[in-house]
């Protein structure tokens, strides 16, 4: 992921955010996925700030792998393929608790 699409990120997240107390909709809970820390900081402020608390956390392996099977039977040697892609690793989970701020 480049720092752009994180960016992106980070600003629809920002959006939302301005949405909810906009509209006064609030969800029972949300969950988003981050890139980094910093954006989750910045995220939980946010919906901090208009009355969600982080309810659940887990952090994964930022870069998953697969391999991808020869499809001529490596008459060449062992022909196969691994691709890996970064993941967001950082999966919140965030309940409503009071009225926003």
């Excluded at 887990?58 to 792998?65: A, M």
């Excluded at 499809?71 to 919140?92: A, I, Q, Y």
């Amino acid at each position: 992921m480049s720092w752009c699409s994180g960016r992106i990120q980070d600003w629809l997240n920002a959006r939302d955010a301005r949405r909810m107390l906009r509209r006064q909709s609030f969800p029972e809970s949300i969950e988003r996925s981050y890139w980094n820390q910093g954006e989750f900081i910045r995220d939980a402020a946010r919906l901090r700030a208009a009355g969600y608390e982080a309810a659940s956390e887990s952090e994964s392996d930022p870069v998953i792998s697969s391999t991808i099977p020869a499809g001529g039977g490596g008459v060449m040697g062992n022909l196969d393929r691994t691709v890996e892609r970064r993941v967001p690793s950082l999966h919140v989970i965030y309940r409503r608790t009071q009225t926003p701020d």
